[in-house]
């Protein structure tokens, strides 16, 4: 049994990220949606992690919208990205 799960999860380690420019809009948006969090790539070396809403980011982060590049649209929104609060205490 134990071979069997090191065996899964150096496949599932070995499979490449979903890269969003091979996709459709609907499509990155529905992965997004589906999974709730998911690293997608959006060139040959850039990628981030994107999720369906606040539920998938820490206590100390906010939701940001996020677009990415897909076959069909040059600005997808696939849905947000987590990123720290930033505190502005002078109202730049």
Do not use: W
Request: aromatic content about 10%; overall charge neutral.
């Amino acid at each position: 049994m134990l071979a069997l799960l090191v065996a899964a999860s150096s496949v599932q380690a070995q499979q490449p990220r979903p890269m969003t420019p091979s996709m459709t809009c609907n499509q990155a948006r529905g992965l997004v949606l589906a999974r709730g969090s998911v690293v997608l790539g959006t060139g040959t070396y850039t990628y981030d992690r994107y999720v369906r809403d606040q539920r998938f980011c820490l206590r100390t982060e906010m939701i940001e919208p996020a677009f990415v590049p897909t076959r069909d649209t040059p600005q997808c929104p696939v849905g947000y990205t987590c990123r720290e609060f930033e505190l502005d205490f002078f109202g730049d």
